[in-house]
């Protein structure tokens, strides 16, 4: 099942801070399975579940996209455990702003610790674009969008984007 994503600057479950998770249930597997759906369809590279109407702190991401090795993860209660002084700037749109797009410095290197939907104990070092999916995503559950954090912003409502894939 598709699912509606919420939109806007000033949304109310946009701006809450989510919840930590217990533990995986079937029913959080189920609604993981329809943010997977929801995120394909929104040409999404990853989405936060206050994005899909409740303020859990799980996310999904797609990562290396377009590449052999990418990997769609749900994550549970993803945490940053170690995070570069090294940082970078580049390009973030979000599904829940449509249309606009920013400059956005991020740590070029994090490790991300956070439950599967096995309930297992999970450590990912991420660089470049896959820190930042990671990074944005992270926000969202912290109630803080990319137009917070963003150096300059831009809009671009009417034109059709070639690299979609840029929207966390
Ligand atoms: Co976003």
């Not at 303020?55 to 995070?83: D, S, T, Y």
């Not at 944005?136 to 137009?147: A, T």
């Not at 150096?151 to 984007?161: A, F, M, N, V």
């Amino acid at each position: 099942m598709s699912l509606k994503v919420e939109k806007g600057t000033d949304n109310k479950t946009l701006r809450t801070p989510s919840k930590e998770i217990a533990g995986a249930t079937a029913e959080l597997k189920n609604f993981a399975m329809d943010m997977i759906k929801t995120m394909d369809e929104e040409r999404g590279v990853g989405l936060a579940s206050p994005q899909v109407g409740r303020n859990i702190r799980m996310i999904v991401c797609k990562l290396n996209p377009g590449e052999k090795n990418e990997i769609i993860l749900p994550m549970l209660n993803p945490e940053i455990i170690e995070i570069s002084d090294a940082t970078e700037i580049g390009e973030e749109g979000c599904l829940s702003i449509p249309g606009v797009w920013g400059q956005v410095e991020r740590a070029s290197k994090i490790i991300v610790r956070y439950k599967n939907l096995k309930n297992q104990e999970q450590a990912l070092e991420l660089v470049h674009f896959n820190a930042r999916i990671i990074q944005h995503e992270i926000d969202h559950l912290d109630g803080v969008l990319f137009i917070d954090r963003a150096l300059s912003l831009k809009e671009d409502k009417g034109k059709k984007r070639k690299k979609e894939e840029n929207q966390i």
